[in-house]
């Protein structure tokens, strides 16, 4: 029997001449994993299937002066997925994040996906995955704007400047060809600005930096949220343009008609149960809430003011025509979105298939024979 | 700034260049990890900092035709960790694992481990890690006979003959050359006699296979036990020589004396704490001691029949001195150790060490300067 394995290994370039970059087909990619989600055709760690990953917590202070301690963004995390339908392999995303790194011109995260056959668990194509995972994050709000917002929207709202509400906006503006303003706002003026030229000379669309939010918001069909985590964002519903679709790729607090008043469209109840139960488990519900997209919607879930997850509209049933979307273009509409492992297992199997195709990557040898087995 | 990032890629082939298989410098390499346990100089997953990593559980069963559903030592599992000390890096073993491979001719898992910067994030070293995890597996209980046996013993018996207690064997003799005679025993006798006969042309030292597990333990000083988890293993403490070293690896069962009347030292007493934590949280503690090797002891504590964990010996503090260790030649010890992170990153780690001193392995490259900042 020949027992020789090997796989392919995807540098960064690599995915770029995969077409990791190239906006549109992304978010096809990602309506499809949504509608697999929504069937249950997948497995994330953890005995809910339903985790979202497993970190390496540094610590807020150590005794070892090497050991690494809690710092802005910092953390590692394992992310494992089978996903099914045509994909029907399973994956680990691996990163280490760390805001310091923008100070050695290195971006926040550094991340890896490795795709392994759901039978033998050999490695098929290891990569690069910084791409991979800003244009998942990215395609999520294409897919939302394909289906959730008013077909005649005309203005979009960047709230947060960095390189993953620059990938959402590649992705939403894919499916809104229409719109004719961006306005973007950022804790730092300098960063609206930068992504308002890149904007008008990419996509010769007007757009313009605004120094407070809520000018960036009032006129805005859609709003993309994906701000640091540094400083909390606050969202007054009052901001608002009637029937706006609100996507939060970041945390964002509000008033709580900010929620209340609109209709929730979430990426996937069961993560959300499942990050609720694992708030529970902790001990400490409200600190946990804290750190997560959802915190806000979990809390008025649970003091009665919100509609009970297992009750709740998620994207994928809107996709498969399950459940009801927009229904009115006065409705507005918030939609969340965590990380998920599944989108980065989809976009890597994409990006593996794409290589085997077009001989793109670099064949790496496991072993020609095992030397145990 | 010279932001490009390169890693080095190591086959199985390239591990074995770089003295994998060479047992005795594995075991100091493992004395040193547990001397780090036992000071905390590392963190592993999950916020207690000592979980054991988190895995794709397949389901039962699956509506969907290609989901994989559970089957005999079936899984994926994610196993990060931040090991200090000289280490002082980041790191994620990453495996599939499925007792159907063996019929494919495949080892029953497919392993690498990938070594990260600390800081950064950045891949260091990513590599075929069968050999590493089986090395390091095989060198704990190595560990255990250089600080745990008995100086004169003279027999060991090899419970379980598959490649995880050869390798164990293989470590273990190097810190008792003065043995004599070894037993080994399996659930199929080929296999026993099959390790037997490795072991008389190997070491030519006598060696036979016990039909009856009771034979293969009367004569043994020390016992070495990693069996198949498929039937599960019962020991009667009257089938043990007195002073004897008990060390699982694998799972076993026993009578109540068996524990209550050995002394009982652990690899690392806040992972047990951490189990013993998931256990409850899990809302079906019997269950969950029921499919991991410290079960047995923890059901004894919980009934009060058994030293608490917070009272227990671990053998980092024996190698540290600050905990006795064997203080008789009559006294039963038990060693249990389970798969911990820390050893992969440390084994990993060193192979990273030699392969950039041997020039050994790929170099890969992640990106020449990072595309998204």
Same mark, same amino acid.
């Given at each position: 029997?020949?027992?020789?394995?090997?796989?392919?290994?995807?540098?960064?370039?690599?995915?770029?001449?995969?077409?990791?970059?190239?906006?549109?087909?992304?978010?096809?990619?990602?309506?499809?994993?949504?509608?697999?989600?929504?069937?249950?055709?997948?497995?994330?760690?953890?005995?809910?299937?339903?985790?979202?990953?497993?970190?390496?917590?540094?610590?807020?202070?150590?005794?070892?002066?090497?050991?690494?301690?809690?710092?802005?963004?910092?953390?590692?995390?394992?992310?494992?997925?089978?996903?099914?339908?045509?994909?029907?392999?399973?994956?680990?995303?691996?990163?280490?994040?760390?805001?310091?790194?923008?100070?050695?011109?290195?971006?926040?995260?550094?991340?890896?996906?490795?795709?392994?056959?759901?039978?033998?668990?050999?490695?098929?194509?290891?990569?690069?995955?910084?791409?991979?995972?800003?244009?998942?994050?990215?395609?999520?709000?294409?897919?939302?704007?394909?289906?959730?917002?008013?077909?005649?929207?005309?203005?979009?709202?960047?709230?947060?400047?960095?390189?993953?509400?620059?990938?959402?906006?590649?992705?939403?503006?894919?499916?809104?060809?229409?719109?004719?303003?961006?306005?973007?706002?950022?804790?730092?003026?300098?960063?609206?600005?930068?992504?308002?030229?890149?904007?008008?000379?990419?996509?010769?669309?007007?757009?313009?930096?605004?120094?407070?939010?809520?000018?960036?918001?009032?006129?805005?069909?859609?709003?993309?949220?994906?701000?640091?985590?540094?400083?909390?964002?606050?969202?007054?519903?009052?901001? +608002? #343009?009637? %029937? =706006?679709?609100?996507? $939060?790729?970041?945390?964002?607090?509000?008033?709580? @008609?900010?929620?209340?008043?609109?209709?929730?469209?979430?990426?996937?109840?069961?993560?959300?149960?499942?990050?609720?139960?694992?708030?529970?488990?902790?001990?400490?519900?409200?600190?946990?809430?804290?750190?997560?997209?959802?915190?806000?919607?979990?809390?008025?879930?649970?003091?009665?003011?919100?509609?009970?997850?297992?009750?709740?509209?998620?994207?994928?049933?809107?996709?498969?025509?399950?459940?009801?979307?927009?229904?009115?273009?006065?409705?507005?509409?918030?939609?969340?979105?965590?990380?998920?492992?599944?989108?980065?297992?989809?976009?890597?199997?994409?990006?593996?298939?794409?290589? +085997? #195709?077009? %001989? =793109?990557?670099?064949? $790496?040898?496991?072993?020609?024979?095992?030397?145990? @087995?």
């Amino acid at each position: 029997m020949d027992n020789r394995i090997e796989f392919i290994y995807l540098s960064e370039p690599d995915t770029i001449k995969l077409g990791i970059m190239d906006a549109p087909g992304w978010v096809d990619v990602c309506e499809e994993v949504f509608t697999l989600l929504a069937k249950g055709d997948y497995l994330m760690g953890g005995s809910n299937h339903n985790s979202h990953g497993m970190g390496i917590i540094f610590p807020k202070e150590s005794p070892f002066p090497n050991m690494p301690v809690a710092g802005p963004d910092r953390r590692f995390f394992a992310m494992p997925a089978y996903l099914g339908g045509r994909f029907d392999v399973c994956g680990n995303k691996w990163y280490g994040s760390n805001a310091a790194n923008t100070k050695r011109g290195l971006p926040r995260s550094i991340l890896t996906v490795l795709i392994n056959d759901k039978e033998t668990g050999a490695p098929l194509c290891h990569m690069s995955a910084n791409l991979l995972s800003a244009t998942r994050t990215g395609a999520i709000p294409g897919v939302a704007v394909r289906h959730l917002a008013r077909k005649d929207s005309k203005a979009v709202a960047v709230v947060g400047c960095g390189p993953i509400n620059k990938s959402c906006f590649r992705h939403l503006i894919t499916q809104a060809p229409q719109v004719e303003k961006v306005f973007c706002y950022d804790l730092f003026i300098e960063k609206a600005q930068a992504l308002a030229e890149w904007i008008k000379k990419e996509y010769g669309i007007k757009a313009e930096a605004a120094s407070e939010l809520p000018d960036a918001l009032k006129d805005a069909d859609i709003v993309t949220v994906a701000a640091s985590r540094i400083k909390p964002l606050h969202i007054e519903s009052s901001w +608002l #343009k009637k %029937g =706006v679709l609100l996507m $939060l790729t970041g945390p964002a607090k509000g008033d709580d @008609k900010l929620w209340t008043e609109s209709k929730i469209v979430y990426d996937n109840i069961k993560l959300h149960e499942a990050y609720v139960e694992e708030a529970y488990a902790s001990g400490d519900v409200a600190g946990y809430y804290a750190g997560v997209i959802g915190g806000p919607l979990y809390t008025l879930i649970d003091q009665g003011k919100l509609a009970k997850l297992e009750d709740s509209t998620d994207i994928g049933n809107v996709i498969l025509g399950k459940k009801p979307g927009r229904t009115n273009d006065e409705e507005n509409i918030v939609f969340v979105a965590c990380g998920m492992a599944v989108f980065d297992v989809a976009c890597g199997f994409e990006l593996y298939q794409r290589a +085997l #195709k077009q %001989g =793109v990557g670099q064949k $790496l040898l496991l072993w020609n024979e095992p030397y145990l @087995k």
